[in-house]
Structure formats: C-alpha cells, structure tokens
C-alpha cells in the first residue's frame, strides 16, 4: 500500500508541476499575443495559429488585457462603427470651420490612435470627450451632427448593455 501512495504522491506532484509551468507559458502566451496586438497584428486567426491556439483563446487572452476587439462584442462595435464614420468624415481636406476643428480635432484624434491600440476603457473615455465637446461649429452641424448622433446612440446602446 505505501508504494501505491508513494507512486501517487509522485504523479500528483508532477502533476502540480505541469500546471505550475503551463500557467506560466499561458501568461507568457498573453503577453506575446498582447505584444503583437499592440504592434499592428490584428488579424486574430494569424495570432491563433502562430500561437497553436484557438481563436477563442486569442479573443480571451485580447479580453484580459482590455483590448478593442471588433467582432466579439457586437455593442461596442456599434461605437467602433459610428467612431470609424466620425473619424473619416474630419478629415482635415473637408473644410471643416476652425472652430468645429478647435472643438473635435484633438479628440477625434485621439479616438482614431485609440480604435488602433487602446483599451476598451480608453475608447469609451475618448467617445465621452467627443461627446461632451461643444457643438461644432453652424456651417458644419449638417455635415458632422448626425455622425455624432449616432455615436451618441450606438454609445448608449453599448452603456445599456452593460448594465443590463
């Protein structure tokens, strides 16, 4: 009966082992996907089978850092959605009234550096500044106003679905 427990004991603790050294790899494994998230590589199946995982694990592993992620979340790609068509449309060639540009221009930056690389957290907190800027100027409310409408709707929506 001792060789049995001892034989038990044995496995148990290389059991324990393994587990300790996987969760260390699956640590490093995030921060890797994370890197490379981070350094322009978007494509979730590419990151999937240069990690030899499955993409749900990509998708959880960009979840735990907070990243922005298209795809999985359809609230928020509502807001990436409504954010993208606001950041097209002030373009700088489009003759925007310098006050709308004094108003918008470093938020709708900001948000355009964000969609790429922020956290979710940081989209929502430069869809708040974009919001909560003052009106653009007369000349462009007919230009840029429903755009902000609509990131004001798809934002609520997105507020909503976290509360509910």
Request: net charge negative.
């Amino acid at each position: 009966m001792a060789d049995t427990d001892t034989a038990r004991d044995e496995a148990l603790r290389a059991l324990s082992r393994w587990a300790r050294q996987r969760a260390a790899l699956d640590s490093s494994r995030q921060t890797l996907v994370v890197a490379a998230w981070r350094a322009g590589e978007h494509n979730v199946a590419e990151l999937a089978r240069a990690a030899g995982v499955a993409r749900d694990t990509i998708y959880s592993d960009l979840k735990e850092a907070d990243l922005v992620v298209l795809n999985k979340d359809p609230a928020i790609t509502g807001v990436i959605q409504a954010l993208t068509q606001v950041v097209m449309a002030f373009n700088p060639g489009n003759g925007f009234d310098g006050r709308t540009v004094s108003r918008l221009g470093g938020p709708v930056l900001f948000a355009a550096n964000t969609m790429k690389n922020g956290t979710t957290q940081e989209l929502c907190a430069t869809v708040r500044d974009i919001l909560d800027a003052p009106p653009p100027a007369p000349g462009d409310v007919g230009n840029i106003g429903p755009l902000l409408d609509n990131l004001r709707d798809q934002f609520r929506a997105y507020e909503a679905s976290l509360a509910g």
